[in-house]
């Protein structure tokens, strides 16, 4: 089956815990995109991949880092977590080609405390 | 910066009405997608639309979109209780491959 799937699925931690997020998928789609989801502010783009080794910064990178050694992982790294990062985080896939719908894993629910 | 904006905010109708969303956006764009989200579970992809298309269709979904003022509706016909849930728009704007969401239209149909 077809998937996008991120781990875990819930995590409560700590400021200044550091903390990753791991998002694999199945379908060899080239790139790969995190977003996070805020109440009344929709989905924004964190950081996304157009292929390995290639990352570009979304809207609200700041606090956070990625990698994408290998064609199907894309983990969401927190060096320093703080409270403002507490969210709903969303790991999404597509072909690089233009018009191509994302998919998306069932979202990871981070607490910072 | 959010480019997406759709509208209303939220949206309450009986089962069998119509309801139609829209949304608004600020730079030109390659393509459009509407995308539904049940209650805190990840995104599904509906439809999307391309910039040189005007209208397209999807069983009970119908979207257009409006280039020259940036802007796209998505009407969801004959709705139904399972109907219930966010609905996104999302744009791939030129010159770039960021993918920018507005912040939703929380659609509730009555049984």
């Keep these: ?113 | 910066s959010q480019q997406g904006e759709e509208d209303p905010q939220a949206l309450s109708i009986q089962e069998g009405e119509n309801a139609t969303m829209n949304c608004s956006y600020k730079t030109s764009i390659n393509n459009l997608q509407w995308y539904r989200q049940n209650s805190g579970r990840g995104l599904v992809h509906l439809i999307l639309i391309r910039s040189n298309e005007r209208e397209k269709h999807s069983g009970r979904l119908r979207v257009t979109l409006d280039t020259s003022k940036k802007s796209s509706s998505l009407l969801i016909t004959a709705s139904r209780a399972a109907d219930t849930a966010s609905y996104f728009c999302a744009t791939d704007h030129t010159g770039g491959f960021k993918t920018i969401f507005g912040a939703g239209t929380r659609l509730f149909v009555k049984a």
């Design chain 1, 1 to 113: 089956e077809a998937q996008v799937t991120q781990n875990p699925r819930y995590l409560i931690t700590v400021t200044g815990k550091k903390l990753t997020v791991t998002c694999s998928q199945n379908m060899n789609h080239e790139y790969m995109s995190w977003y996070r989801q805020d109440p009344g502010l929709g989905l924004r783009q964190i950081y996304y991949s157009m292929n390995v080794e290639v990352t570009d910064k979304g809207d609200v990178p700041e606090g956070y880092k990625v990698s994408r050694k290998e064609k199907r992982n894309f983990p969401l790294i927190l060096e320093s977590p703080s409270p403002n990062q507490t969210s709903l985080y969303f790991c999404a896939s597509s072909s690089p080609a233009r018009n191509q719908p994302q998919h998306f894993g069932d979202g990871t629910r981070l607490s910072i405390l």
